[in-house]
């Protein structure tokens, strides 16, 4: 790889409001790693959202460690989006149910 190819990076989070405070990484890594992480998000049907420098910033938290303060804005920004895409395919989802019934 030469120092101009961009090299694919992944971080999982997980929130569950009734366990932490505030969300943390679950799994991170770059090349292949980062590549199995996306590839278990899609199969899991997670909503996937690239943004780069949101991604280095998350590297840096260590696995199992809640995100810092500093990030919980971008964070909520991203959790917002993940959760009006769900709330929309929900809705998809069961107009297309209940036309099939």
């Given amino acids: 790889m030469s120092k101009y190819e ?3 990076k992944a971080v999982a989070l997980r929130y569950e409001e009734k366990r932490t ?3 943390e990484v679950v799994a991170a890594g770059s090349g292949k790693v980062a590549e199995k992480i996306i590839e ?3 199969e899991a049907g997670v909503v996937i959202k690239e943004d780069p420098d949101l ?3 998350l590297a840096k938290v260590p696995i199992g460690e809640q995100i810092p303060a500093e990030l919980y804005q971008t964070v909520a920004e991203l959790l917002s989006f993940v959760y009006s895409v769900n709330t929309k395919y929900k809705e998809k989802y069961n107009k297309i149910k209940k036309k099939a019934q």
């Fill in 40 to 42: 278990a998000a899609r």
């Fill in 55 to 57: 991604v280095e910033l």
């Fill in 6 to 8: 961009k090299r694919t």
């Fill in 21 to 23: 405070a505030a969300p």
